[in-house]
């Protein structure tokens, strides 16, 4: 019986910055070719949708940059320990960003504002998968 070839897998499931700059990038202009196209119907609609959207690209993007701002982190701890921390900022940035959204934005389309941030939760999910492989 043989024996499989030695694969490194040393890569495998690491996500660069330039790829989740790229996520990114891909969010913004969907949501803005979306809300154009929204935009052409209603825009008040188009404005909650981009407010939606947003409202999920800011917090992520930051959690992103605070997780790969020191990628020699040597000890496990100050990794976790980062990542819990990014995490709680990007709740607080959501949860924020949603009280200014229903509290500023007059008048607002809460349908068009869920689905602009839930469009782009499933883009940044489709997005972080394929990276991932």
């Not at 709680?88 to 607002?108: D, I, Q, R, S, W």
């Amino acid at each position: 019986m043989t024996r499989p070839a030695f694969t490194d897998h040393s890569n495998a499931g690491r996500i660069s910055r330039s790829s989740l700059a790229a996520i990114f990038f891909s969010q913004l202009v969907l949501l803005t070719f979306v809300a154009v196209l929204i935009a052409c119907y209603r825009s008040t609609w188009a404005l909650s949708f981009m407010a939606g959207g947003a409202i999920h690209i800011l917090p992520v993007t930051y959690f992103g940059w605070h997780m790969f701002r020191d990628t020699n982190t040597a000890a496990v701890n100050e990794f976790v320990q980062a990542f819990y921390r990014g995490e709680m900022v990007k709740f607080f940035l959501t949860a924020l960003g949603f009280a200014l959204a229903f509290n500023l934005l007059e008048p607002l389309h809460v349908p068009a504002l869920f689905t602009g941030y839930g469009l782009m939760l499933v883009v940044h999910i489709i997005g972080v998968s394929r990276l991932s492989r």
